[in-house]
């Protein structure tokens, strides 16, 4: 049995259905009781980070468990409760979902220090582990849908900074290798798609697959805050996207890997292959 957290999001479904579809055992755990979100044949539980009588159900029976946390104020306490029942358990592997730059310093501040704080319990867990660092995900894009479809700008927080933007879909085939061939065991994988691309070179490849006009608006980070905060984000959450962002918008997200073709033994998809599959999104036709 594989354990998904993070099951409905992003990334956690399509593992779940990639773990269904090679004959896996996969057991999706969920926040919610109908578990609607899940495949048929998939075991659901109904668990929260912060009840730790329902981790210990999750886990039980449990050989490996794929940690995607995603609390609303950036901290590594759902990880580390995880992590600590699981092993308690038994539970022999753990695959880890980060984000890429990890632990660099930027000015004063370091990023994504929730999920090196993260890292490091897993590093120690005594689990056999592996790390994904993802780039820039391309369904980010979808917050855009409602003012592409109202034909208003979208806004651009990172300026002409370039990233190595991926489809979701390639995070999660990733990761089914992982958690399924000890041989990617105690390694770190940076996930990139095949293609350097700026907000504006994202718009521009939107506004070709849907046919009508994408324009993009810088937003600079002071604004970017402010507009955070009275959204209604919590302040350490603003915080740790600034940061990533202005990292971004500085140039140091340049990066390209061939760690998804090593894993999976093909190209990962470009960003043109993952709009051309949400089209829909963004012009509110089928």
Same mark, same amino acid.
């Given at each position: *049995?594989? /354990? ?22 996969? &057991?999706? *755990?969920? &926040?919610? &009781? ?11 539980? =109904? ?9 210990? &159900? ?9 940690? /995607?946390? @995603? ?8 990880? /580390? ?19 890429? !730059?990890? %632990?660099?310093?930027? !000015?004063?501040?370091?990023? %994504? ?28 894009? #979808? ?8 034909? =208003?700008?979208?806004?651009?927080? +990172?300026?002409?900074?370039?990233? !190595? ?13 992982? #958690? ?18 700026? $907000? ?8 070709? $697959?849907?046919?009508?006009?994408? $324009?993009? *608006? ?8 402010? =507009? /955070?905060?009275?959204?209604? *984000? ?6 740790? +996207?600034?940061?990533?962002? @202005?990292?971004?918008?500085? !140039?140091?997200?340049?990066?390209? +890997? ?29």
């Amino acid at each position: *049995m594989i /354990l998904v957290t993070g099951a409905s999001g992003t990334v956690g479904r399509h593992v779940v259905q990639l773990l269904l579809q090679s004959g896996h055992h996969a &057991r999706a *755990m969920t &926040r919610a &009781r109908s578990g609607r979100t899940v495949p048929p044949g998939v075991d659901v539980v =109904q668990a929260d980070f912060e009840d730790l009588d329902s981790l210990r &159900r999750a886990v039980a029976d449990v050989r490996a468990v794929f940690l /995607l946390t @995603a609390p609303a104020t950036p901290m590594p306490d759902h990880d /580390l409760a995880v992590l600590e029942i699981a092993r308690s358990a038994g539970v022999s592997s753990v695959v880890k979902l980060s984000a890429i !730059g990890t %632990g660099e310093r930027f !000015g004063t501040a370091t990023v %994504g220090a929730w999920h090196q704080a993260a890292e490091d319990a897993v590093h120690a867990s005594g689990l056999a582990w592996t790390v994904l660092r993802p780039s820039s995900f391309a369904s980010n894009c #979808l917050y855009w849908a409602g003012a592409i479809r109202a034909g =208003q700008p979208v806004p651009n927080l +990172t300026g002409d900074g370039e990233q !190595g933007t991926i489809d979701p879909c390639d995070i999660a085939a990733v990761a089914v290798a992982a #958690l399924t061939d000890p041989a990617h065991a105690g390694k770190t994988y940076t996930l990139t798609g095949p293609e350097l691309l700026s $907000v504006p070179h994202q718009a521009s490849q939107l506004a070709d $697959v849907i046919g009508r006009p994408v $324009v993009s *608006m810088d937003v600079p980070s002071t604004t970017a805050t402010q =507009q /955070l905060l009275s959204s209604g *984000m919590p302040p350490a959450a603003v915080e740790a +996207t600034i940061i990533g962002t @202005a990292w971004a918008r500085a !140039g140091h997200n340049r990066i390209l +890997t061939d760690d998804v073709a090593k894993v999976l033994a093909r190209p990962p998809a470009t960003f043109r292959d993952w709009a051309q599959r949400h089209r829909e999104a963004f012009t509110g036709t089928q």
